[in-house]
C-alpha cells in the first residue's frame, strides 16, 4: 500500500475549541481524499471528501485542506464537542485499471475535554 | 437502503474451523471492498470487487478466500486461520472513482 502518515497520534482539545487534524500522503497519482470518523467498536463513517482539482471543501463544521504541493491534508472542526471524540483516519484514493483502491493513514485520536 | 450490513458482530472460531463472513449493500455500488482492522491501527485493505469480478488482491493469504455472488452480497470464507487473524474485518462499497466509500460496523473475529 501507499504511505499515507499523520503528523499527531493524539489530540486533546476543549470543548468549544477548533481542532485541526493533518495528514501527508506520498503519491501524487493520489487524485481523491476522504476523512472518516471511526468510534470505538465501529465502522468508519464517512465525514467529508475533496478532489485534487480543490484545495478547499466546507461541510456542516468541518473543513478540510489540500495542499498539492507539499502532499499535506487537514481537517478542521470547528467547536468541537463531546460527540467529536473518536479516531479520525484520512484515506487516499488511487485509481488504477485494476480497480479503485483506497489507503488509509495511522490515525489520530481527538478527545474533547468538556 | 444507504447502509452496508454485514454479519456476524462477532465471532470465535478455532483454528481448524470454517466459517464465512457475509456483507451486503443495496445502494447500486459496483466495488466492494474487505479490509482487516488490527486495534490502534488503520484499516488495512485485502480484496477489491470491481463489477463483481476480483481486481485487486493485496497478497492475502489463501486461509482467507473472498466471493462476489452478485452486486449487493461479498463473503470472506475463512479457513484454517492464525490467532493473528483475529482482527475487526470491514466491507466496504464504492458507487465509483472519486465518489466516496462507505463502511459497514465490521464483523469482530477472535480465533482461539
Known amino acids: 500500500g501507499e504511505s499515507v502518515g499523520l503528523h499527531l497520534p493524539t489530540l486533546s482539545v476543549q470543548e468549544g475549541d477548533n481542532s485541526i487534524i493533518n495528514c501527508a500522503y506520498s503519491?501524487?497519482?493520489?487524485?481523491?481524499f476522504i476523512w472518516y470518523k471511526q468510534e470505538s467498536g465501529k465502522g468508519p463513517q464517512f465525514i467529508i471528501d475533496i478532489r485534487s482539482n480543490m484545495d478547499k471543501r466546507q461541510g456542516q463544521r468541518v473543513t478540510v485542506l489540500l495542499n498539492k504541493t507539499v502532499k499535506h491534508l487537514s481537517l478542521q472542526i470547528a467547536a468541537t464537542q463531546p460527540g467529536d471524540s473518536a479516531v479520525y483516519f484520512c484515506?487516499?484514493?488511487?485509481?488504477?485499471?485494476?480497480?479503485?483502491?483506497?489507503?488509509f493513514g495511522t490515525g489520530t485520536s481527538l478527545t474533547v475535554i468538556p | 437502503d444507504t447502509e452496508v450490513t454485514q454479519t456476524p458482530k462477532h465471532l470465535v472460531m478455532g483454528m481448524t474451523n470454517k466459517k464465512s463472513l457475509k456483507c451486503e449493500q443495496h445502494?447500486?455500488?459496483?466495488?466492494m471492498y474487505w479490509y482487516k482492522q488490527k486495534a490502534k491501527k488503520p484499516p488495512e485493505l485485502m480484496f477489491v470487487?470491481?463489477?463483481?469480478?476480483?481486481?485487486i488482491n493485496e497478497s492475502v493469504p489463501s486461509r482467507f478466500s473472498p466471493e462476489c455472488p452478485n452486486s449487493s452480497l461479498l463473503n470472506l470464507h475463512l479457513h484454517a486461520l492464525q490467532p493473528e487473524d483475529s482482527a475487526l474485518y470491514l466491507c466496504?462499497?464504492?458507487?465509483?472513482?472519486?465518489?466516496?466509500?462507505?463502511f459497514g460496523p465490521g464483523t469482530r473475529l477472535t480465533v482461539t
Open positions: 445502494m447500486g455500488h459496483r466495488a
Open positions: 484515506a487516499e484514493n488511487i485509481y488504477s485499471n485494476t480497480g479503485n483502491q483506497f489507503y
Open positions: 466496504a462499497s464504492s458507487p465509483g472513482q472519486g465518489r466516496g466509500q462507505y
Open positions: 470487487y470491481s463489477y463483481e469480478k476480483l481486481s
Open positions: 503519491n501524487s497519482a493520489s487524485d481523491y
